[in-house]
């Protein structure tokens, strides 16, 4: 799970058509639309930390929504919908300061991994006030010219003290899943393996699984997904064991907070 507060940096990448690449999976979904899953077995990089150009070979690119897509790539728009950016909490806590999920004191209960307020998602009504923000900002993505999204902090109930259920967020992600649907673009479960069974309730096409050969997750993510499962990971054993085990899915190494080339602490590695 990684947050974005410290996205930033301009657009880059290969000239190119705009689009998907021709290998990309197209699939019909309700309506007249159809939408395109990521290509499988290409080259993956996950630039969250800021975009740049990216790697020879890469062909499947993830960016914070508020970033370009790279042209010519398949394009993932991240967007944090169960989670709040610290960079936008003065924002929620003006606007939407009902739809923060409180403590018996009325305190915002927090992820102090991130320092990321918790989004409540207690409530169908919440859910859809919550739904119009996010399908607010999955409209943006599809604007600006990304073929997929993936929402993270799908898990957050799990940091909630049992103020949030695994429901709730099923139902939740149902409603962004529809949202991206209807816009014809596709949509990742982010993480949480314990609930790869209810794929079909989540709406979702695809995965992007952090360290799932670090903690032995990355099988569970193919029973319900096949090979459309796109690994980051941040440890280079782990990294390894995924490229010798799945020689079929889109595997990346990364450093852990995301950082750009120009940082001396980057990371990257694809197989």
């Known amino acids: 799970m990684i947050g974005c507060a410290a996205c930033g940096g301009g657009s880059g990448g290969p000239t190119g058509d705009d689009g998907p690449p021709g290998d990309a999976t197209p699939i019909p979904i309700d309506g007249p639309t159809s939408l395109t899953l990521p290509p499988l077995d290409q080259g993956l990089d996950y630039q969250l930390g800021g975009a740049y150009p990216p790697p020879a070979g890469v062909k499947i690119v ?5 970033e370009s897509p790279a042209a010519g790539l398949y394009n993932i728009c991240y967007v944090n919908g169960f989670q709040i950016q610290e960079s936008e909490a003065t924002e929620w806590m003006t606007q939407h300061p009902d739809l923060i999920l409180r403590d018996g004191g009325g305190n915002p209960v927090i992820d102090v991994d991130w320092n990321e307020m918790l989004i409540d998602i207690s409530t169908a009504a919440k859910r859809t006030q919550v739904a119009a923000i996010v399908g607010g900002w999955i409209d943006g993505c599809e604007a600006a010219g990304f073929d997929a999204v993936e929402i993270d902090n799908l898990d957050s109930y799990s940091r909630s003290g049992n103020r949030l259920s695994e429901d709730n967020a099923v139902a939740a992600m149902a409603l962004f899943s529809t949202r991206a649907h209807a816009k014809g673009m596709a949509i ?10 209810r794929a079909t309730e989540l709406g979702t096409d695809f995965v992007v699984a952090e360290e799932c050969n670090h903690y032995s997750e990355c099988q569970l993510y193919r029973a319900g997904y096949g090979d459309h499962v796109l690994v980051i990971e941040y440890v ?16 990346v190494l990364r450093d852990r907070n995301l950082v750009t080339p120009t940082a001396g602490a980057y990371v990257y590695d694809g197989c």
């Open 236 to 251: 280079r054993a782990d990294f390894t064991t995924g490229c010798t085990m799945y020689p079929g899915l889109s595997i």
């Open 62 to 66: 993830s960016r914070d929504r508020k």
């Open 188 to 197: 990742a479960q982010k993480n949480s393996a314990e609930i790869v069974g």
